[in-house]
T-cell receptor, first 117, second 112 residues
């Protein structure tokens, strides 16, 4: 299965600042996905990042707030901009892992736990 | 470390008993249904999946049942162990590049 390295693993940030989360995969993948997991809740897809094109954002998420880069087939970043306490969540990157035990399951990074104060 | 899923539905079982975790899904067009396990401080981990044209699939100590009539999915864990304590999410997906939608999740506690 693909191995994903995500960093930072956690951070405490001041409101109004921005944080960039990095996601590195050990193999080339077409699509990378960014999810948010608010405290006590399930995962919500933020956007899908394809190499060489702009990310596709889900309803309720916009590029100005969550800009995404995808410079190559193994790396992506998600920035949480102008943060407020409501942005406190776990942010996870994932890939569709055709080399893993299933063709359609995702492999996830360990997540970034963000606290905005 | 901190745990996710503090406000999720919970299931408490005795070690050695069987666990059944249920999930209702919404999209009748979904092609695949997947169960994930999330331990504290970690990302979700794939457990087992099932295609929409099947009603049962077995893995190692786990069985997934799919009832398309009532849009219901269940995960059965045999001989539950303390290491099974985690939050379990069902997810549904359509082929062709469609996104994966996650269900609400259930927190499983295993009592020794």
């Amino acid at each position: 299965s693909a191995v994903i390295s995500q960093k930072p693993s956690r951070d405490i940030c001041q409101r109004g600042t921005s944080l960039t989360i990095q996601c590195q995969v050990d193999s080339q993948v077409t699509m990378m996905f960014w999810y948010r997991q608010q405290p006590g809740q399930s995962l919500t897809l933020i956007a899908t990042a394809n190499q060489g094109s702009e990310a596709t954002y889900e309803s309720g998420f916009v590029i100005d707030k969550f800009p995404i880069s995808r410079p190559n087939l193994t790396f992506s970043t998600l920035t949480v901009s102008n943060m407020s306490p409501e942005d406190s969540s776990i942010y996870l990157c994932s890939v569709e892992d055709s080399t893993g035990p299933t063709n359609y399951g995702y492999t996830f990074g360990s997540g970034t736990r963000l606290t905005v104060v | 470390g901190e745990s996710v899923g503090l406000h999720l539905p919970t299931l408490s079982v005795q070690e050695g008993d069987n666990s059944i975790i249920n999930c209702a899904y919404s999209n009748s067009a979904s092609d695949y249904f997947i169960w994930y396990k999330q331990e504290s401080g970690k990302g979700p981990q794939f457990i087992i999946d099932i295609r929409s044209n099947m009603d049962k699939r077995q893995g190692q100590r786990v069985t997934v049942l799919l009832n398309k009539t009532v849009k219901h999915l269940s995960l059965q864990i045999a001989a539950t162990q303390p290491g099974d304590s985690a939050v379990y999410f069902c997810a549904e997906k359509r082929t062709g590049g469609f996104k994966t939608i996650f269900g609400a999740g259930t927190r499983l506690f295993v009592k020794a």
